[in-house]
T-cell receptor, first 116, second 114 residues
Framework: SQTIHQWPATLVQPVGSPLSLECTVE??????LYWYRQAAGRGLQLLFY??????ISSEVPQNLSASRPQDRQFILSSKKLLLSDSGFYLC???????????????FGPGTRLTVL | DQQVKQNSPSLSVQEGRISILNCDYT??????FLWYKKYPAEGPTFLIS?????DKNEDGRFTVFLNKSAKHLSLHIVPSQPGDSAVYFC?????????????FGKGTKLTVNP
C-alpha cells in the first residue's frame, strides 16, 4: 500500500529565516506530487505540482519554491520567510496503485508552520 | 473566480439523521468530482468520488449525487455519527482536458450532535 510522509509536523520560525519542508511517498512510482497551503479558516490553496523529476509548476507567485530531486520526494523551500507564510502545509500524491482513479489525490499529515 | 463553491460554511445535524452537503461548480469541463473529510491539524482524507458519466455513487453510509445540468453535486451521509464531525471539501478536475489539478471548494464544517 501507499504511504505519504511529511516532516516536520510543526515548525516555528522567525521572519527572514529559511524553510525546508520535505514530503516522500512510498509504494508507488512516478506519482504526481502537490504542495498545498491552508491558511487559518481558509480552503486549500494549490502552491506547486510536479508530474516528474525536475518538473515543477507554480500556481501562485510567492517567495516559496519547490523541487523534486527524486521520483518520490518533493521539497518546499523558502530563502526568507514572511509572516504571511504561516499556515498548514499539505503534500499530496496521485497516480497508480489504488482502486480509485489516478486523479484522486491522497494527502499527507501536514506541517503546521508558524512564522513569528 | 471560484470554480467550485460550497455555499454553506457550516451544518449541524442530529446523530442518526441525514447530513446533506452541497457543492456547485461553474466549469463545464469538470468531469471528475471528489469529497474529502478533514479533521483539525490533519491532512484531508479521500471519501468518495464520482465520474461525470454517472449520477450516483454509493459507499457505505456515503452517497454522492451529481446533477450535471445544474452543475451541482451533493454528499449524503446516512446515518450521521458524531465521528463524522469534520470539515468536508468538494473538489473537481477536468480529466479529459488533461489537467492534473484538483480545484477545491472552501469547505463545509459538519457538526453531528449526539
Amino acid at each position: 500500500s501507499q504511504t505519504i510522509h511529511q516532516w516536520p509536523a510543526t515548525l516555528v520560525q522567525p521572519v527572514g529565516s529559511p524553510l525546508s519542508l520535505e514530503c516522500t511517498v512510498e509504494g508507488t512510482s512516478n506519482p504526481n506530487l502537490y504542495w498545498y497551503r491552508q491558511a487559518a479558516g481558509r480552503g486549500l490553496q494549490l502552491l506547486f505540482y510536479s508530474v516528474g523529476i525536475g518538473q515543477i509548476s507554480s500556481e501562485v507567485p510567492q517567495n516559496l519554491s519547490a523541487s523534486r530531486p527524486q521520483d518520490r520526494q518533493f521539497i518546499l523551500s523558502s530563502k526568507k520567510l514572511l509572516l504571511s507564510d504561516s499556515g498548514f502545509y499539505l503534500c499530496a500524491w496521485s497516480g497508480f496503485g489504488t482502486k480509485s482513479s489516478t486523479d484522486t489525490q491522497y494527502f499527507g499529515p501536514g506541517t503546521r508552520l508558524t512564522v513569528l | 473566480d471560484q470554480q467550485v463553491k460550497q455555499n454553506s460554511p457550516s451544518l449541524s445535524v442530529q446523530e442518526g439523521r441525514i447530513s446533506i452537503l452541497n457543492c456547485d461548480y461553474t466549469n463545464s469541463m469538470f468531469d471528475y468530482f471528489l469529497w474529502y473529510k478533514k479533521y483539525p491539524a490533519e491532512g484531508p482524507t479521500f471519501l468518495i468520488s464520482i465520474s461525470s458519466i454517472k449520477d450516483k455513487n454509493e459507499d457505505g453510509r456515503f452517497t454522492v449525487f451529481l446533477n450535471k445540468s445544474a452543475k451541482h453535486l451533493s454528499l449524503h451521509i446516512v446515518p450521521s455519527q458524531p465521528g463524522d464531525s469534520a470539515v468536508y471539501f468538494c473538489a473537481a478536475s477536468a480529466r479529459q482536458g488533461g489537467s492534473e489539478k484538483l480545484v477545491f471548494g472552501k469547505g463545509t464544517k459538519l457538526t453531528v450532535n449526539p
